[in-house]
């Protein structure tokens, strides 16, 4: 019999973030899985952005408090999200997630127990391809993801379908985030954290449906907002400098140690 890490010592205020458009069947199993959590989140926040289905009516029917923002994009649609939250640790997922019964308490549990990182972000797999096709699919897609954000970051990305990041840190930054552009709005508030800041990639796992990878309609658009928010961040901090930035401080202090006299 395999034993579970204990529970969290201290109560903590958490927020869990959807945004939806048109997804109420994907919906409701995202809220049935959140309602079944070893950490209960204090609150579930949906953002219903512009949705012509039942999507709203079935985050209110599981109890979620529902944030209409009008203007389509997934950026506005998850910075309202942000915006009203009220837990001290804010969770990311999208309508499609599937979570297991402790995904909450384990990615809280990443910034409970370590105060110096502003953020973690996790795995995932596509639970609607054949179970071969799936794993291999979620290992090259965010592998091939997380390698490339990296090397255009300076530092480890976010994953928007499983992430968390303290709502103190979202408060320090929501007026730089680019909230009305056709971006992705993970890598563009990895973008925005920066390379002072630490994001962490844990081992924590979302079921997430495959759509994303079908059509070339799904992918062209997918790469034209990564274009975006590439362009939109390089303008301001290009890759060179975010390189520089995250590591001539550690430079630096090796520098020192080498440096250092001996003591007699």
């Given amino acids: 019999m395999t034993s579970q890490a204990p529970r969290l010592s201290a109560p903590i205020s958490v927020s869990v973030v959807i945004p939806v458009r048109d997804d109420a069947v994907a919906l409701e199993e995202c809220l049935r899985r959140?309602?079944?959590?070893?950490?209960?989140?204090?609150?579930?926040v949906v953002v219903d952005n512009g949705s012509s289905d039942d999507s709203a009516a079935v985050a209110r029917a599981h109890g979620a408090r529902v944030v209409v923002e009008p203007k389509v994009g997934i950026a506005p649609a998850t910075a309202a999200g942000y915006d009203a939250a009220t837990g001290e640790i804010v969770l990311r997922c999208d309508a499609d997630s599937v979570p297991g019964p402790r995904w909450v308490e384990r990615l809280v549990r990443h910034l409970v127990d370590d105060p110096r990182l502003h953020a973690?972000?996790?795995?995932?797999?596509?639970?609607?391809?054949?179970r071969g096709l799936g794993r291999m699919s979620a290992v090259m897609y965010l592998g091939a993801y997380y390698l490339f954000t990296h090397l255009a970051l300076g530092h480890t990305a976010l994953w928007g379908s499983n992430m968390a990041f303290r709502?103190?840190?979202?408060?320090?930054?929501?007026?730089?985030?680019?909230?009305?552009?056709?971006?992705?709005?993970?890598?563009?508030?990895?973008?925005?954290?920066?390379?002072a800041r630490r994001i962490r990639l844990v081992p924590v796992s979302v079921g997430v449906s495959g759509r994303s990878l079908r059509g070339g309609r799904q992918l062209r658009r997918r790469l034209d907002r990564a274009r975006t928010t590439l362009a939109l961040n390089w303008s301001v901090q290009p890759p060179w400098l975010r390189w520089r930035d995250?590591?001539?401080?550690?430079?630096?202090?090796?520098?020192?140690?080498?440096?250092?006299?001996?003591?007699?």
Avoid: C, N
């Avoid at 973690?120 to 054949?130: A, E, H, K, S």
């Avoid at 103190?168 to 954290?193: G, K, P, S, Y």
């Avoid at 401080?249 to 001996?262: D, E, G, L, Q």
């Fill in 246 to 264: 995250r590591y001539q401080p550690i430079a630096a202090r090796i520098s020192s140690w080498v440096t250092r006299k001996p003591v007699r």
């Fill in 167 to 195: 709502r103190a840190t979202w408060q320090e930054i929501r007026d730089v985030v680019h909230r009305d552009a056709d971006v992705h709005d993970d890598m563009d508030l990895a973008f925005v954290l920066g390379p």
């Fill in 120 to 130: 973690v972000t996790g795995l995932g797999r596509f639970y609607d391809l054949p």
């Fill in 34 to 44: 959140l309602a079944d959590q070893t950490l209960p989140p204090t609150e579930v």
